[in-house]
């Protein structure tokens, strides 16, 4: 196996996200798109994508003076042969070369999935209407809040990315507003909700502009 002078290994952690508010200023770290600017190497950089621990994958865009490389998919690498050059095309990575490299920073990572419970809710497009599948999922949203006795609950709102950018920051505060007020009139205590939005700024799948997403449409509950 060839010796890499640095690897990076990027977990995905979506529901580690968080966004800022009026209400509470937060350090918001890009969800699932995020630029990794290479640092020089001496021989040569490794990078791989992971996905979080439940499953879930993002992406990840590897930037060299050559030019930009994305990541999407678990298990697939890039690697950094030279800053002047654009980094090599994402090819899997086979999990006993990730286990070599990457075994020691795995197993010293940290039980995240006792830590928050997450939960993506979908919305009709253009509207504050959650679809008939994301309704289904508010007594599940609860019941965790009650079961967990958590003073920490993060809702996020997103839209896709049709229409002005002003519209879609509006969009996304209805959206998230609705579901906080839902979860407060079931008891759940305000002073416990975090509440942000991002308009169109952070999809959860990429698009060009004024592609319609459904998947984009949605409001992030996370309970710490």
Partial sequence: MKQWKSVLVVFVLLGLMVGCSAKRDLIVPSPETRDAVVAPPVNRDLIVLLPDPDGKV??????????SQTLDKPGHATRVEDMGERSTDPKPLEER?????????LSAQPDLKARFVSFVLYFDRDTINLTHESKKMLPEVVRTIRNRNSNEVYVTGHTDRVGVEDYNIGLSSRRADTVRDFLVSTGVRSSALVV???GESMPLVPTEDEVPEPRNRRVEVIVR
């Fill in 196 to 198: 942000s939005f991002h």
């Fill in 97 to 105: 070369e990730i286990q070599s490299v990457f075994g020691p920073a």
């Fill in 58 to 67: 993002g992406t990840i865009r590897v930037t060299t003076k050559g030019g």
